[in-house]
């Protein structure tokens, strides 16, 4: 057993919704004391770098309601329940930018706010992208536009903080490490 470990007492379901489900836990702490957890239940998100044959980046803006404003983000979305990622990460960026791919790597995954949230993020990345003549629909309250950018063009917009959120970060800050852009 982990030192650190918290076992849990008790489990009060508070919220189940379409994206989260959010419980209280009543854990034990490591010293014998109790505490409570607000937790995030999320069933996991994909992102994709999707590269153009020009060499520019694929973003999509978008409004961000928890942060009143709008951002530049790479293409993402929510795994439904059962869904493998690389799945969920070609259904992304087919609805979210009209592209398509059969060739995807994997570059981590990571979770994005372990301190109350147990989503688990992959970020794959593609350069071998294709137009579809007839891109599905998107979700019905999803409203974005497609962004082609260079890298130095969306280093400056992570200085700007257009580009604010840490999946999108992460990504520019790969293709900068990589060199090859």
Do not use: C, W
């Not at 929510?78 to 995807?104: F, Q």
């Not at 969306?154 to 959120?165: M, S």
Request: proline share 4%.
């Amino acid at each position: 057993m982990d030192k650190f470990e918290e076992r849990t007492i008790k489990t009060e379901n508070i919220f189940d919704g379409k994206v989260v489900r959010l419980q209280v836990d009543e854990v034990e702490l490591p010293n014998g004391k109790t505490s409570k957890r607000e937790l995030i239940k999320h069933s996991g998100a994909v992102a994709v770098i999707p590269i153009t044959k020009d060499n520019k980046i694929l973003f999509v803006k978008q409004y961000r309601k928890p942060l009143e404003k709008t951002l530049i983000e790479i293409p993402a979305g929510k795994m439904e329940e059962g869904e493998e990622p690389e799945v969920t990460a070609v259904r992304e960026l087919e609805e979210e930018t009209g592209y398509t791919t059969n060739d995807l790597s994997l570059v981590t995954s990571f979770y994005s706010s372990p301190g109350f949230a147990d989503e688990l993020l992959y970020i794959y990345i593609t350069d071998q992208l294709e137009k579809l003549d007839t891109p599905p629909d998107g979700d019905d309250d999803e409203f974005v536009e497609i962004i082609e950018l260079t890298l130095d063009e969306a280093k400056r917009y992570v200085e700007e903080e257009r580009i604010h959120d840490a999946k999108t970060n992460y990504a520019v800050l790969y293709l900068h490490a990589l060199g090859r852009m």
